[in-house]
């Protein structure tokens, strides 16, 4: 009898994490037991960006602010965030923390997770 309501919970509840994807990469950047803070992420951010140039750090500074891209400032930013990615993760190694993603979200099928735990393995330790 209970077993019933017990399915259902379990499939409504697998059913909102399904809708609503995995949890970012970010969230398995682990040390002592405790993510990276935000604070320390966009300072990882701002430094990646501001070593790629000052174009690169305007552009960031505009849409961490919220403010609107045009379609050429937004391609140009996209450009500059995969020069930035590994800059950004290594200022994360630098900083005490290791790439920690179980093995269920490297699976997972809803994104690029499975690109995103190759690339980060040399920084899992």
């Known amino acids: 009898m209970i077993t019933k309501p017990l399915i259902y919970v ?16 970010v969230n398995f950047w682990i040390k002592n ?5 935000f604070k320390e992420i966009v300072s990882c951010e701002k430094g990646a960006y ?5 174009r690169s750090l305007q552009l960031y500074n505009k849409f961490r602010n919220g403010d609107h891209l045009n379609n050429e400032e937004n391609k140009e ?10 800059l950004v993760r290594q200022c994360y190694y630098d900083l005490g923390y290791r790439f920690n ?14 690109r995103i735990c190759v690339e980060n ?3 899992r330790k």
């Open 10 to 25: 379990t499939l409504l509840l697998s059913g909102c994490y399904l809708a609503n994807g995995s949890p970012s990469s």
């Open 33 to 37: 037991n405790k993510k990276i803070s």
């Open 50 to 54: 501001a070593s790629l140039g000052k």
């Open 77 to 86: 930013l996209n450009k500059y965030d995969m020069q930035a990615t590994f």
């Open 101 to 114: 993603a179980p093995i269920h979200w490297c699976l997972a099928q809803d994104g690029d997770n499975s």
């Open 121 to 123: 393995m040399k920084y």
